[in-house]
């Protein structure tokens, strides 16, 4: 037995554990009974925790062919992103969509897909995969695709390891010319101003805003926004033009202890908010910066999650759709400020339309944050939640380990046909986690 959580530590579960290194290996684990996949963890709450049998695909990572001419990958499902940028980015290729970090491992990236900071011109992950190896209560493997399938393919997409085990995949990677990044960044007086200039740079490839949800009254939501784009060898110092992709390799801090919790305070995130803030605008302007600055800061700092204390973190994030945004943030960034338990890094993206089956964006903006691990904070999350039904948005199951199954359930139509197709199919007597079990699902 191992005790295991997700990113945030919250909540921790003895789990028993089998490692797999070939799908022969995963056939015998389902024949064992109902597990849940596990990809690196890097998912926040409970969705990759089963205490009967958790299955470590981390074993099955190996790169299976790749085309140099179209970028078309074919991969086990516990390789890692970054695994695929050390291999790929020398050659001129980059994930079309990535998370905030790159150590999250293909499988992972599909079953929760995930999205970037270019959701507003991309779409999510999905939209760069082709088909699926699937395996099935049965250990049968099904190949899915838009054309084969096509309705498990979408249900895998977004269904959080609860439609099969993803054994390999096939994925476009998109053409870049160089390592480095464009940023231009402004620091905006008021989360309005932070909306427009999302809403004035739809054409920009990548875009976010991070807030600083402890500023209150003129201030409140104020945000260093920041587009990017891939830098062609035309935007890099003569220097640097005949290496394009060589950037300088960071050096990787640890965080070596636990924070103790009264470390982490209205007054120590105020100061850390503004801070930030006024670097920040001090920053502010057209920069060039290396692809691991830009798409990975929390990266650099190995084990960042102990900031929070043994206790761990909740993360909230949830999308209100385009029309109720601005209202809805408002609200919500408001309430945060109010309640003087900011956190460090709440994180605002512009999402564009996506029509899948379970995925989580829609067309919108979507707000992350994270919070210690109390009750202060359940608490908070619970207003939250309200506000963000009462605007008729939804949230991210990669990012949840509290919500009660009658807020999922309310905010997305969708839940009980997913239920309903797993209980058809049997696939809920094969997969469930604790966060399938707590959300009915
Ligand atoms: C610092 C940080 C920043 C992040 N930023 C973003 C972001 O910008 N956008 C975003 O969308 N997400 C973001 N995330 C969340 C992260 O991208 C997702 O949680 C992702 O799913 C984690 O992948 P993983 O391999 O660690 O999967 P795990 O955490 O191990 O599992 C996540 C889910 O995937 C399923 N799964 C994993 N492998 C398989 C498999 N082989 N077959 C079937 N199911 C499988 C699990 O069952 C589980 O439901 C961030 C996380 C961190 C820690």
């Known amino acids: 037995m191992t005790n295991l959580s997700g990113w945030g530590r919250f909540p921790v579960a003895e789990c028993r554990v089998i490692r797999a290194r070939t799908q022969t290996d995963v056939a015998r684990a389902l024949s064992q009974g109902p597990l849940i996949a596990r990809g690196n963890g890097r998912a926040y709450g409970d969705s990759a925790l089963n205490p009967d049998l958790t299955l470590d695909m981390r074993g099955?990572?190996?790169?299976?062919?790749?085309?140099?001419?179209?970028?078309?990958?074919?991969?086990?499902?516990?390789?890692l992103l970054a695994d695929i940028i050390a291999a790929f980015l020398p050659r001129g290729w980059f994930p079309g969509?990535?998370?905030?970090?790159?150590?999250?491992?293909?499988?992972?990236?599909?079953?929760?897909?995930?999205?970037?900071?270019?959701h507003h011109v991309d779409g999510a992950f999905g939209s760069f995969v082709d088909w699926i190896d699937l395996m099935g209560p049965d250990g049968r493997i099904t190949r899915v695709s838009r054309d084969h399938q096509p309705e498990?393919?979408?249900?895998?997409?977004?269904?959080?390891?609860?439609?099969?085990?993803?054994?390999?995949?096939?994925?476009?990677?998109?053409?870049?010319?160089?390592?480095?990044?464009?940023?231009?960044?402004?620091?905006?007086?008021?989360?309005?101003?932070?909306?427009?200039?999302?809403?004035?740079?739809?054409?920009?490839l990548y875009s976010v805003a991070w807030i600083d949800c402890a500023a209150q009254g003129a201030h409140l939501g104020r945000s260093i926004a920041m587009l990017g784009r891939h830098a062609t060898p035309e935007d890099l110092p003569e220097a640097r033009r005949s290496a394009p992709f060589q950037v300088k390799r960071k050096r990787s801090l640890t965080m070596p202890i636990d924070l103790p919790g009264f470390a982490l305070n209205r007054y120590t995130v105020h100061a850390f908010n503004?801070?930030?803030?006024?670097?920040?605008?001090?920053?502010a302007g057209r920069t060039l910066v290396d692809w691991d600055s830009y798409f990975y800061p929390l990266?650099?700092?190995?084990?960042?999650?102990?900031?929070?204390?043994?206790?761990?973190?909740?993360?909230?994030?949830?999308?209100?759709?385009?029309?109720?945004?601005?209202?809805?943030?408002?609200?919500?960034?408001?309430?945060?400020?109010?309640?003087?338990?900011?956190?460090?890094?709440?994180?605002?993206?512009?999402?564009?339309?996506?029509?899948s089956r379970f995925s989580f964006p829609q067309a919108g903006y979507t707000l992350a944050l994270d919070f210690p691990a109390n009750d202060r904070s359940l608490a908070l999350m619970k207003t939250l939640d309200r506000i963000t039904l009462d605007h008729g948005g939804?949230?991210?199951?990669?990012?949840?380990?509290?919500?009660?199954s009658e807020v999922f359930a309310e905010a997305d139509p969708r839940t009980e046909a997913f239920a309903a197709m797993r209980r058809e199919t049997g696939l809920d007597a094969a997969f469930a986690s604790l966060q399938s079990q707590r959300l009915g699902l």
């Not at 503004?274 to 001090?282: D, I, M, V």
């Open 60 to 79: 099955m990572d190996r790169m299976l062919s790749f085309d140099a001419e179209t970028g078309v990958l074919v991969a086990e499902a516990g390789v």
């Open 97 to 118: 969509v990535t998370p905030g970090t790159k150590f999250v491992s293909l499988g992972g990236a599909i079953a929760a897909d995930v999205h970037g900071k270019n």
């Open 152 to 204: 498990l393919f979408g249900y895998t997409l977004g269904g959080m390891g609860l439609t099969g085990v993803i054994l390999r995949a096939q994925i476009r990677l998109r053409a870049v010319q160089s390592g480095w990044i464009v940023q231009d960044s402004y620091a905006t007086r008021t989360l309005e101003e932070a909306i427009d200039v999302f809403e004035d740079h739809l054409d920009w």
């Open 274 to 283: 503004t801070l930030y803030y006024h670097l920040g605008a001090w920053k």
């Open 299 to 355: 990266d650099a700092i190995r084990d960042w999650n102990r900031i929070y204390g043994k206790r761990g973190f909740f993360q909230f994030q949830c999308v209100l759709p385009t029309d109720s945004a601005r209202t809805g943030l408002h609200q919500l960034v408001q309430c945060i400020a109010a309640s003087g338990q900011g956190s460090f890094l709440s994180v605002l993206k512009r999402f564009g339309a996506q029509d």
């Open 394 to 404: 939804r949230f991210y199951l990669a990012k949840d380990s509290r919500m009660p």
